[in-house]
């Protein structure tokens, strides 16, 4: 497997674009991680099935979040994508998340090119309500059988502050 911190860039950004690496399907109870000093896919952990993601979780290549990892990306899709393909995805959104009160932003994307929608979905306001408390959920809980109330979805916001979140962590990779 190739290094994707060496091989991808975030992706055109200011246009509403970034690369997305697959980490864990979406349905996946499997905690699977890119690691960094490896350059591999590594199964972490298995959580408990109950807790499966509600969406695929990837990663953004070339950004660090506050958390010192990889910036986290959500990406919504009618079907699982599997582990260790990337995509170029547009930015749809946000999710302001806190985990042990450390910042664990998950900026959401769909793909770039998505014929079956039409390009359809463009904001957080064309996901289904449903959808957006089927991932709160998943967020605030996730964590309760070992760490109760560790975890905190803050806040959703727009594009514009998607954009911020990512450039600040480009901006952290780039000074690392």
């Known amino acids: 497997m190739a290094d994707f911190n060496q091989i991808l ?3 055109p950004v200011d ?4 690369n997305v690496v697959v980490e864990i ?22 959580e408990p099935a109950i807790f499966a993601k509600p969406t695929n979780y990837g990663f953004i290549p070339q950004t660090l979040d506050e958390d010192g990892d990889e910036l986290d990306a959500l990406i919504v899709t009618n079907e699982p994508l ?11 959104g946000v999710m302001k998340f806190a985990d042990d009160s450390e ?4 900026v959401v994307v769909v793909p770039a090119d998505d014929r079956n929608t ?7 306001d064309d996901l289904s309500p449903q959808l957006i408390k089927q991932i ?12 109760p109330g560790t975890t905190v979805v803050e806040k959703w916001a727009d594009i514009d502050e998607a954009k911020a ?9 780039n000074n690392r």
Not at 103 to 106: A, L, M, S
Not at 136 to 147: A, G, S, V
Request: aromatic share 8%; net charge negative.
């Open 9 to 11: 860039t975030p992706g």
């Open 15 to 18: 246009d509403g674009i970034v």
């Open 25 to 46: 399907p979406q349905g996946s109870s499997h905690k699977i991680e890119w690691n960094r000093e490896l350059a591999v896919m590594q199964l972490d952990r298995v």
């Open 82 to 92: 599997p582990t260790g393909i990337y995509l170029e995805a547009r930015i749809i």
């Open 103 to 106: 910042v664990d932003d998950k």
């Open 118 to 124: 039409g390009n359809a979905i463009r904001t957080l």
């Open 136 to 147: 709160e959920f998943h967020f605030n809980h996730y964590k309760d059988l070992k760490k």
């Open 165 to 173: 979140v990512i450039h600040e962590a480009i901006e952290r990779w």
